[in-house]
Antibody, heavy 117, light 106 residues
Framework: EVQLVESGGGLIQPGGSLRLACAAS????????MTWVRQAPGKGLEWVSL???????DYTDSVKGRFTISRDKTNNTLYLQMNSLRVEDTAVYYC???????????WGQGTLVTVSS | DIQMTQSPTSLSASIGDRVTITCRAS??????LNWYQQKPGKAPKLLIY???TLQSGVPSRFSGSGSGTHFTLTISSLQPEDFATYYC????????FGQGTRLEIK
């Protein structure tokens, strides 16, 4: 059974850093497209970052230069390093397995990041 | 970047109604279009992928159509459990979500 479990969220001051982790089971993170999607309170879904199966990465414009997506084959874990956090980064962050034309089938439960002074 | 525009942003309907939600892409995305349902406090659930293919386990009252830049999601006969927010998403280049359509009970 495929399972994704996020961790690492919390309250952080503007300008601070957090690293989110997404532990996967039932498949290999290193051989799939993996993505982070966020949802600000009361708002819609916003794509944040994508790591291709080959290792290349994409980011939405608002996080370029601040966020870094990566993966660890040994731990079968996806990460999102978030630096220079802003109030507008406050959201629930979901990790997900992206099967491209077949859609984003598997989602984690989400982890809440609150950026506030 | 590809922009996705959904309409309407909210919709009131009754049990048994047929409803249609539209999604337009800012450039052609072939059939790289997926639809999701999200209920409060829950992760999104994939309903339809590749514009018109029903995800396993999703009721047949859900259907999707379109290609290129214009897509639709139709629910043929609304059930109580269908009241939720619906999102389209393109997977042609990276990902982009539409802004969502909130479906409420009339």
């Amino acid at each position: 059974e495929v399972q994704l479990v996020e961790s690492g969220g919390g309250l952080i001051q503007p300008g601070g850093s957090l690293r989110l982790a997404c532990a996967a089971s039932g498949f290999a993170v290193s051989t799939h497209y993996m993505t982070w999607v966020r949802q600000a309170p009361g708002k819609g879904l916003e794509w944040v970052s994508l790591i291709h199966s080959g290792g290349s990465t994409d980011y939405t414009d608002s996080v370029k230069g601040r966020f870094t997506i990566s993966r660890d084959k040994t731990n079968n874990t996806l990460y999102l390093q978030m630096n220079s956090l802003r109030v507008e980064d406050t959201a629930v962050y979901y990790c997900a397995r992206d099967l491209r034309v077949f859609g984003v089938v598997n989602w984690g439960q989400g982890t809440l990041v609150t950026v506030s002074s | 970047d590809i922009q996705m525009t959904q309409s309407p942003t909210s919709l009131s309907a009754s049990i048994g109604d047929r409803v249609t939600i539209t999604c337009r892409a800012s450039q052609t995305i072939s059939s790289y279009l997926n639809w999701y349902q999200q209920k409060p406090g829950k992760a999104p659930k994939l309903l339809i992928y590749a514009a018109s293919t029903l995800q396993s386990g999703v009721p047949s009252r859900f259907s999707g159509s379109g290609s290129g830049t214009h897509f639709t999601l139709t629910i043929s006969s609304l059930q109580p459990e269908d009241f939720a927010t619906y999102y389209c998403q393109q997977s042609y280049t990276a990902l982009t979500f539409g802004q969502g359509t909130r479906l409420e009970i009339k």
